[in-house]
């Protein structure tokens, strides 16, 4: 059962930038735990994309980019690319000592 | 390469059980602590349970606690679940995930297996 909210779509022509927003309350992000961000590709399992809410892993293009405030946080893609067409969920820790995930939101490139 | 392999799912009776295995390699299987997340079809992704390196602290989701059992066996760089009476509601991909750190905590998950399909159906 997700516990943070994102958006269920956004789109955007090739060369745009799209924000996916991560919305949370007091006891995730808005306790200090981090967020990190997922890229699902079609048929594909999550690959991790963001981590520690602005750190990105090698071999991530730096047209992603992450920040968190509050109780949200929010994934940057610049450039937009067709191959950046996929489902994006953010993830954080409970303090009722679980993981939880976004909603997940389906990036489309127009 | 850091890889992991998820093996068997399928499908089963509402009330029976299944034990699903994931095999670790590429790395130090027992530096880290693993974790399985699951993804009904067509729907979002769901942690499962953690295990820490050593077995010594372990967490469920409060969806399976009482039904599932994580473990793992770091001689043979395996991470298992073994899932009773299951639900219409357990159908989902599996997945193993590494953690960053030798005990979970609160960190990502990376990175994930392809998972096994698990279908709980009469």
């Known amino acids: 059962q997700s516990v943070l909210t994102q958006p269920p779509s956004v789109s955007g022509a090739p060369g745009q930038r799209v924000t996916i927003s991560c919305t949370g309350s007091s006891s995730n992000i808005g306790a200090g735990y981090d967020v990190h961000w997922y890229q699902q590709l079609p048929g594909t399992a999550p690959k991790l994309l963001i981590y520690g809410n602005s750190n990105r892993p090698s071999g991530v293009p730096d047209r992603f980019s992450g920040s968190k405030s509050g109780t949200s946080a929010s994934l940057a893609i610049t450039g937009l690319q067709a191959e950046d067409e996929a489902d994006y969920y953010c993830q954080s820790y409970d303090s009722s000592l679980s993981y939880v995930f976004g909603t997940g939101t389906k990036v489309t490139v127009l | 390469e850091v890889q992991l392999v998820e093996s068997g799912g399928g499908l089963v009776q509402p009330g029976r059980s299944l034990r699903l295995s994931c095999a670790a390699s590429g790395f130090t299987f027992d530096d880290y602590a693993m974790h399985w997340v699951r993804q009904a079809p067509g729907k979002g992704l769901e942690w499962v349970s953690g295990i820490s390196w050593n077995s010594g602290s372990i967490g469920y989701a409060d969806s399976v606690k009482g039904r599932f059992t994580i473990s793992r066996d770091n001689a043979k760089n395996s991470l298992y679940l073994q899932m009773n009476s299951l639900r219409a509601e357990d159908t989902a991909l599996y997945y193993c995930?590494?953690?960053?750190?030798?005990?979970?905590?609160?960190?990502?998950?990376?990175?994930w297996g392809q998972g096994t399909l698990v279908t709980v159906s009469s």
């Open positions: 995930a590494k953690d960053p750190e030798a005990v979970a905590g609160r960190g990502w998950f990376d990175p």
